[in-house]
């Protein structure tokens, strides 16, 4: 099933579920099939995000109450009570990990990067522009803004949106408040056609214990609606100076594009169009994206020790928490990445086609790394209560029997400890021996992770980015050290090494240039994929009989080449016209099959077709279970002929059940389905 990924390995596999952005365009009912064979559900708390409910949905998700206790994701807009992040059982997920708000408010994010450049150095962090907090530090801010007058932008140290924004060209502009942050504007930003801009990076992190970061290879280009000019009088044009989308959709010269394979066009570009552009005029991109890696992973450093600390604290499984964050940069015309803020919960609207596609796939590939296992929570919290019941009755110091059924988490170190057998003979290798069961949990988690990252980068730990950065680490733990070590066991020698060093850089480049797939594009190939496997199935079912019909194997391979080529051909000529036909796939899939099986039966029988089958029915009348039940053999033949007639019988209950699952995706109407 294509929304089926199987992980463990061993005698205990267990299957995580994977998702396909273009299923919000589509009323499939086969996608949804093993979402609600399982029960999966979740809820949305404290916000209201249209393009989640509609991905969940379209997989077969159903939507629980706010107050359920009963859901395999909680999708929410603020942080969770302590209480709540204790009781989530080991297959729910939660999108904020506690105590992420060190990274998302202004001020505090402020007070880490300043606590790492007093331990680092600061040009070693040199990430964000000068900034002061007020009115606490406003006699420095003073102080420095007497030796330079340039501009000033003020911001609340928790707003978003570009709400209560505004630049100052003098102290006495402030409008003192609680909790305010200054800092110094980037009077030399890089300019696309004159106008100034910034960029939506979506960066993922699952772990922080080991720490674990990805960035999406897209991301969005936001820019203002005026002409960027530094002179002074211009210095009140929010539209000038904000590039925020907030702010400058409700100008007058704001432009959108309704179409989203141009991605270059308007207000709002994709990541990947801006650095062609780049590329274009001759700026070296895959510098530029390895400082923003740079700058992604030092933001996520300062706040690591805070939130692995929390996680330690508030959680009993590893896996509960992941978070979405959404990075804003700004870009200076010798290419160097500033960061603006860290958003808690980056807007997943989609005012524009281009919107959809980017944060659609982004979100579905989110999902499909997360790993949701296909586990009915109803269930697990039943097994959890009849578990804590049975505890009160036993003694305190008599270990708890396993009654319930093993998580994909347990299925993992099952899989991976080495049995007695290994042990004795040293079958498993010496690294994995040493590992605790923790740390096994771990590591294959990390790498099935990465397997099915999508258009996720992991930019941490790598290779190079460990040595690097994991000396900043302030969480001392062993897992980090455990998961370098045993994801890149062949790394020795490369630190320092200027060459390798390059190549690293250069690695990740072509990723973010390149331009995403079209959500209707991939509907197109999701449709033909579902046609060409049911023919595969009703193909597969027919080659005994060939095989009993004719000898010569090399007509035969010709005959399926001319079958291959006539499928393609048919499903070729139903991708150019299947939005007007009305036609179900499974008559499509009905219909060619038996002209398939019957074109061949005609070119094997030849003019004496009738005389052959004639003779196969009277050599075929024996009685197989009279047979089976004297214990006799059978002949080759008798045997061939038996084996036939159950493929044919499989053949068409596979027909049959194809008819009822195969059906012909609708375009969805409706405005919210659509986003």
């Known amino acids: 099933?294509?929304?089926?990924?199987?992980?463990?390995?061993?005698?205990?596999?267990?299957?995580?579920?994977?998702?396909?952005?273009?299923?919000?365009?589509?009323?499939?009912?086969?996608?949804?099939?093993?979402?609600?064979?399982?029960?999966?559900?979740?809820?949305?708390?404290?916000?209201?995000?249209?393009?989640?409910?509609?991905?969940?949905?379209?997989?077969?998700?159903r939507e629980v109450h706010a107050n359920s206790t009963e859901y395999n994701l909680m999708w929410t807009g603020s942080h969770l009570k302590s209480y709540?992040?204790?009781?989530?059982?080991?297959?729910?997920?939660?999108?904020?990990?506690?105590?992420?708000?060190?990274?998302?408010?202004?001020?505090?994010?402020?007070?880490?990067?300043?606590?790492?450049?007093?331990?680092?150095?600061?040009?070693?962090?040199?990430?964000?522009?000068?900034?002061?907090?007020?009115?606490?530090?406003?006699?420095?801010?003073?102080n420095t803004y007497s030796k330079d007058r340039g501009p000033w932008i003020v911001k609340p140290v928790a707003s978003s949106r570009g709400r209560g924004v505004y630049l100052i060209n003098n102290p006495n502009q402030i409008v003192l408040e609680d909790n305010i942050l200054v800092s110094r504007y980037i009077s030399n930003p890089l300019l696309i056609d004159d106008f100034k801009f910034d960029v939506r990076l979506y960066v993922l992190v699952t772990s922080y214990d080991p720490l674990v970061i990805y960035l999406y290879e897209e991301g969005l280009a936001r820019f203002a609606t005026v002409r960027y000019d530094q002179a002074s009088k211009n210095i009140k044009n929010q539209f000038m100076h904000l590039t925020n989308y907030s702010v400058n959709k409700k100008s007058r010269d704001y432009v959108s594009c309704d179409d989203p394979e141009v991605e270059d066009y308007g207000n709002k570009w994709s990541m990947s169009a801006m650095l062609r552009y780049l590329k274009q005029k001759g700026r070296d991109t895959a510098v530029l994206m390895a400082n923003v890696e740079d700058l992604i992973i030092k933001t996520v450093l300062s706040a690591e020790l805070t939130i692995?600390?929390?996680?330690?604290?508030?959680?009993?499984?590893?896996?509960?928490?992941f978070e979405l964050y959404g990075f804003d940069v700004l870009i200076d015309d010798a290419l160097k990445p500033w960061l603006l803020e860290v958003n808690l919960s980056p807007s997943l609207a989609c005012d524009a086609p281009l919107d959809l596609k980017i944060k659609a796939s982004m979100l579905s590939d989110m999902f499909t790394l997360v790993g949701f296992v296909c586990q009915d929570p109803g269930q697990q919290s039943s097994q959890a209560i009849y578990h804590s019941s049975e505890s009160f009755r036993r003694s305190p110091y008599q270990k708890l029997q396993r009654t319930c059924p093993l998580s994909a988490s347990d299925a993992e170190i099952k899989t991976l400890m080495p049995?007695?057998?290994?042990?004795?003979?040293?079958?498993?290798?010496?690294?994995?021996?040493?590992?605790?069961?923790?740390?096994?949990?771990?590591?294959?988690?990390?790498?099935?992770?990465?397997?099915?990252?999508?258009?996720?980068?992991?930019?941490?730990?790598?290779?190079?980015?460990?040595?690097?950065?994991?000396?900043?680490?302030?969480h001392k733990t062993s897992m980090n050290y455990m998961l370098a070590t045993h994801l890149f066991q062949d790394r020795a020698g490369l630190h320092g090494r200027q060459d390798v060093r390059l190549e690293a850089v250069d690695s990740h480049a072509p990723f973010y240039e390149r331009k995403l797939v079209s959500l209707e594009l991939r509907k197109r190939q999701q449709c033909l994929g579902k046609v060409r496997a049911a023919q595969t199935r009703s193909s597969a079912t027919s080659k005994p009989t060939k095989l009993s019909l004719k000898s010569d194997a090399e007509g035969?391979?010709?005959?399926?080449?001319?079958?291959?080529?006539?499928?393609?051909?048919?499903?070729?000529?139903?991708?150019?016209?299947?939005?007007?036909s009305k036609s179900k796939l499974s008559d499509l899939v009905k219909t060619t099959c038996k002209e398939t099986l019957q074109n061949k039966l005609d070119k094997k029988t030849g003019d004496g077709g009738e005389q052959f089958l004639q003779k196969r029915d009277t050599e075929s009348q024996f009685n197989l279970l009279q047979v089976l039940q004297k214990h006799g053999n059978l002949s080759k033949v008798q045997a061939r002929r038996a084996f036939s007639a159950y493929l044919q019988h499989v053949q068409l209950r596979l027909m049959k059940e194809a008819s009822v699952q195969i059906r012909n995706p609708a375009w969805a109407a409706k405005e919210d389905e659509q986003m």
């Open 1 to 61: 099933h294509p929304c089926i990924k199987w992980t463990g390995g061993g005698c205990r596999r267990i299957a995580v579920l994977v998702f396909h952005a273009e299923a919000i365009l589509m009323n499939d009912s086969y996608l949804r099939l093993i979402g609600e064979r399982y029960h999966l559900s979740y809820k949305i708390v404290q916000t209201d995000s249209r393009l989640v409910r509609s991905i969940l949905t379209a997989h077969g998700f």
């Open 84 to 142: 709540l992040l204790r009781s989530l059982t080991d297959i729910q997920k939660v999108n904020h990990f506690p105590r992420s708000y060190e990274l998302t408010r202004k001020d505090k994010l402020y007070k880490n990067v300043r606590r790492m450049q007093l331990a680092h150095g600061f040009k070693t962090y040199h990430i964000l522009p000068q900034t002061f907090i007020l009115p606490t530090e406003y006699q420095d801010f003073c």
């Open 308 to 321: 692995a600390t929390a996680c330690k604290t508030y959680l009993s499984h590893r896996g509960n928490c």
């Open 419 to 474: 049995s007695g057998r290994e042990k004795a003979t040293g079958r498993q290798g010496s690294s994995v021996l040493s590992l605790s069961r923790e740390q096994v949990k771990v590591l294959r988690r990390v790498r099935e992770e990465n397997e099915r990252r999508g258009g996720f980068i992991r930019i941490f730990p790598t290779p190079f980015t460990w040595d690097l950065y994991g000396s900043f680490l302030e």
């Open 556 to 580: 035969e391979e010709e005959e399926e080449v001319s079958a291959d080529e006539e499928l393609d051909r048919t499903v070729g000529s139903l991708s150019g016209t299947q939005v007007k």
